[in-house]
């Protein structure tokens, strides 16, 4: 029998789609090239748009794979159960504690034809089984942390995906060790909130990428990070591994007190601009991208101003922005709710500022040199990838294969890109 996954959401979940992927291989399946026996929709609960795109995903899959036992897991059913289990028509619902069963669910389900759902609690134990290595890019992800604590005001993730738990070191370097083997030359660490990876085991961040430093990668970059996890002690121990890149996504949200008040958020923008000094004093160039939301619920003009005004005092090299979306089940979900239209013209304010700061961040770049990790062809006209600093660079002229790291001039940029020369 076939089978193949369809994955929403965040890189966590494709580490773990590789681990259902493994799990039913080990279990006599054969990934599908097209129609499959059994569709896996890995899902996503984070924003409105994300959940539309779940109900998307199953409805394809079943008008697509007719006959097909159409799998939902993750995020949605974790947090949204009702919905999950009774207005989508998968055949099998589960959370996320039930993901390494599957086989066995569609196995049962097979046999009965009766609709399974299997929502359970999650445990505050690391599931060793629930994620591999997502070794499909030219960098490869390890999921080292899971869970969330904070409970900002708008978030579901806690809900979704319980409290913090960490892989142990020892699991790290193994898993590192083997995406060293299969040529990766860059490994990303990800995590739910990545920066309290250890507290259940009396560790900290900088314990993981040791712990990929030993397996003898190149290079290791961290994903997104919560601000106020990053101590001066812990930046200095950071610091200290080595081929740890000099880029780090810092999660703003909003560069308001006020309203990083009504988010629930651990830090304001003193703290924050503290911590990306620091950083840049341990990392000289090192690249701050972020995550700005706009249109939280009463968000006035000012704190809105007052959010871009402090993004230009910081200069991102880029930022993500997202409109502020309900998620039923949190407090943001109950305080009044910024109009629509004024939501999109702040979206539009906001990411043209962005533009403006990441073609200046691309200006500053023009004559330095660096190391790119080519990734996949995108053109026969140009090799494209990225920098320690997570710059996208285009070398035209050249075909150089995926993995391959090339010495390169930045010479140019363009609109979301730097051209850089070989040395």
Same mark, same amino acid.
């Given at each position: +029998?076939?089978?193949?996954?369809?994955?929403?959401?965040?890189?966590?979940?494709? !580490?773990?789609?590789?681990?259902?992927?493994?799990?039913?291989?080990?279990?006599?399946?054969?990934?599908?090239?097209?129609?499959?026996?059994?569709?896996?929709? @890995?899902?996503?609960?984070?924003?409105?748009?994300?959940?539309?795109?779940?109900?998307?995903?199953?409805?394809?899959?079943?008008?697509? #794979? &007719? @006959?097909?036992?159409?799998?939902?897991?993750? !995020?949605?059913?974790?947090?949204? &159960?009702?919905?999950?289990?009774?207005?989508?028509?998968?055949?099998?619902?589960?959370?996320?504690?039930?993901?390494?069963?599957?086989?066995?669910?569609?196995?049962?389900?097979?046999?009965?034809? %009766?609709?399974? %759902?299997?929502?359970?609690?999650?445990?505050?134990?690391?599931? +060793?089984?629930?994620?591999?290595?997502?070794?499909?890019?030219?960098?490869?992800? %390890?999921?080292?942390?899971?869970?969330?604590?904070?409970? !900002?005001?708008?978030?579901?993730? &806690?809900?979704?995906?319980?409290?913090?738990?960490?892989?142990?070191?020892?699991?790290?370097?193994?898993?590192?060790?083997?995406?060293?083997?299969?040529?990766?030359?860059?490994?990303?660490?990800?995590?739910?909130?990545?920066?309290?990876?250890?507290?259940?085991?009396?560790?900290?961040?900088?314990?993981?990428?040791?712990?990929?430093?030993?397996?003898?990668?190149?290079?290791?970059?961290?994903?997104?990070?919560?601000?106020?996890?990053?101590?001066?002690?812990?930046?200095?121990?950071?610091?200290?591994? #080595?081929?740890?890149?000099?880029?780090?996504?810092?999660?703003?949200?909003?560069?308001?007190?006020?309203?990083?008040?009504? +988010? #629930?958020?651990?830090?304001?923008?003193?703290?924050?601009?503290?911590?990306?000094?620091?950083?840049?004093?341990?990392?000289?160039?090192?690249?701050?991208?972020?995550?700005?939301?706009?249109?939280?619920?009463?968000?006035?003009?000012?704190?809105?101003?007052?959010? =871009?005004?402090?993004?230009?005092?910081?200069?991102?090299?880029?930022?993500? =922005?997202?409109?502020?979306?309900?998620?039923?089940?949190?407090?943001?979900?109950?305080?009044?709710?910024?109009?629509?239209?004024?939501?999109?013209?702040?979206?539009? +304010?906001?990411?043209?500022?962005?533009?403006?700061?990441?073609?200046?961040?691309?200006?500053?770049?023009?004559?330095?040199?660096?190391?790119?990790?080519?990734?996949?062809?995108?053109?026969?006209?140009?090799?494209?990838?990225?920098?320690?600093?997570?710059? &996208?660079?285009?070398?035209?002229?050249?075909?150089?294969?995926?993995?391959?790291?090339?010495? =390169?001039?930045?010479?140019?940029?363009?609109?979301?890109?730097? %051209?850089?020369?070989?040395?």
């Amino acid at each position: +029998m076939t089978y193949k996954v369809i994955t929403l959401g965040c890189k966590l979940n494709f !580490c773990e789609s590789a681990a259902i992927e493994k799990n039913f291989e080990e279990n006599g399946y054969t990934k599908a090239e097209d129609k499959a026996n059994i569709c896996i929709v @890995n899902s996503c609960a984070v924003t409105g748009t994300a959940v539309a795109k779940v109900r998307h995903a199953v409805s394809k899959a079943r008008r697509e #794979n &007719p @006959n097909a036992v159409i799998v939902l897991c993750g !995020c949605f059913p974790q947090s949204y &159960p009702e919905e999950a289990s009774l207005k989508l028509g998968a055949d099998v619902v589960t959370g996320n504690s039930e993901k390494s069963r599957l086989p066995e669910l569609v196995k049962e389900f097979l046999k009965t034809r %009766i609709k399974a %759902i299997k929502i359970k609690p999650l445990s505050r134990e690391y599931d +060793m089984e629930s994620a591999v290595p997502d070794e499909d890019r030219t960098r490869a992800f %390890i999921k080292v942390e899971d869970g969330c604590d904070r409970f !900002c005001s708008y978030c579901i993730i &806690p809900t979704a995906r319980g409290r913090v738990r960490s892989l142990p070191p020892d699991k790290i370097t193994e898993q590192a060790a083997q995406c060293v083997e299969h040529g990766h030359h860059e490994i990303v660490l990800t995590g739910i909130n990545l920066g309290c990876y250890g507290q259940d085991l009396g560790l900290t961040l900088a314990d993981a990428a040791k712990a990929v430093e030993n397996a003898g990668v190149k290079r290791i970059r961290l994903s997104s990070l919560e601000p106020e996890m990053l101590t001066d002690e812990e930046i200095e121990k950071l610091h200290g591994v #080595n081929g740890l890149c000099p880029h780090f996504h810092l999660s703003l949200q909003s560069g308001s007190d006020s309203v990083l008040k009504r +988010m #629930n958020r651990k830090y304001d923008k003193a703290r924050y601009k503290h911590v990306v000094e620091k950083l840049r004093e341990a990392f000289p160039g090192c690249s701050i991208t972020t995550d700005m939301i706009v249109g939280f619920p009463g968000e006035t003009e000012e704190e809105f101003f007052e959010g =871009v005004d402090f993004a230009r005092e910081i200069g991102f090299a880029k930022i993500h =922005v997202f409109p502020y979306s309900l998620r039923k089940g949190t407090v943001a979900a109950e305080m009044e709710q910024v109009h629509p239209g004024v939501k999109s013209d702040r979206v539009d +304010m906001l990411t043209a500022a962005a533009v403006d700061l990441e073609q200046k961040f691309f200006e500053t770049q023009l004559g330095t040199e660096h190391t790119v990790l080519i990734e996949k062809p995108q053109s026969h006209e140009y090799s494209h990838g990225f920098t320690e600093s997570y710059l &996208p660079v285009r070398i035209y002229g050249a075909e150089l294969p995926r993995h391959t790291l090339a010495d =390169v001039k930045i010479v140019d940029y363009r609109d979301g890109y730097c %051209i850089g020369e070989l040395i």
